[in-house]
């Protein structure tokens, strides 16, 4: 069965709205989750690195008060995408492991589309 | 140059025919090596760790080569389930995984 959860799986906002996506561990405790966003046809881009109790680190590009990470308990990161914009319509998925070179259980992904 | 490189393809074979792909990776600190499948609009799922003496699982066969900082995964009677991009992923020590943009595979009967 599924070990991260992720919600929504679909979501649909007009420009300037915000969006909060949910990822939630199940099977374990996760310290740390990682968020990524894949437009079509292209690789998943690490966005940041959400560390349980402690800031996110973002990668470089990524606007971290655009996109806002909260990881306030051991089993649950969300990821708010701020003031959205068309541009922002994409895949994002988060993702956990278990030791940081382990392979990675996914969540099931949020598609945004932004009009 | 890209940290992780793949041809894209796609690649488009009949069903039964034997596949592989090839990935190279730029950072030769790389320590864990992984395959994964993702079908469209589906978030990845794991295939197979890619361990150094090479292993296999099935109809899928993995191998690494440390000195030219290359993956190959082969496919064996490709199956029209197998039909999926497939994606290789390295990592470093602590740091998260880094993904190639995958390589499109498409079985026909």
């Known amino acids: ?9 679909w ?11 949910e990822c ?27 560390n349980e109790g402690s800031k996110a680190t ?3 590009g990524v606007e971290k008060d655009k996109f806002l990470i909260n990881h306030a308990s051991l089993t649950l990161s969300t990821l708010t995408v701020t003031s959205a914009h068309p541009e922002d319509s994409s895949f994002y ?20 589309t932004v009009t | 140059r890209k940290e992780v490189e793949q041809d894209p393809g796609p690649f488009n074979v009949p069903e039964g025919a034997t596949v592989a792909f090839n990935c190279t990776y730029s950072n030769s600190a790389s320590q864990s090596f992984f395959w994964y499948r993702q079908d469209c609009r589906k978030e990845p799922k794991l295939l197979m760790s890619v361990y150094s003496s ?5 109809r899928f066969t993995a191998q690494l080569n440390r000195a030219s900082q290359y993956i190959s ?12 991009t497939y994606l290789c992923v390295v990592n470093q020590a602590g740091t998260a995984l880094i993904f190639g943009k995958g390589t499109t595979l498409s079985v026909s009967s």
């Open chain 1, 93 to 112: 998925i988060c993702s956990t492991g278990q030791a940081y070179n382990s392979p990675l259980h996914f969540g099931n992904g949020t598609r945004l």
């Open chain 2, 54 to 58: 090479g292993n296999e699982d099935g």
């Open chain 1, 58 to 60: 973002y990668e470089q």
């Open chain 1, 1 to 9: 069965g599924a070990v991260v959860s992720q919600h929504p799986s």
């Open chain 1, 24 to 50: 939630r561990s199940l099977d374990f405790q996760a310290t740390t989750m990682f968020w990524y966003r894949q437009f079509p046809k292209q690789s998943l881009m690490l966005m940041a690195t959400s």
């Open chain 2, 73 to 84: 995964l082969l496919i064996r009677d490709s199956k029209l389930s197998d039909s999926a």
């Open chain 1, 11 to 21: 979501v649909i906002c007009k420009s300037g709205t915000s969006v909060k996506i």
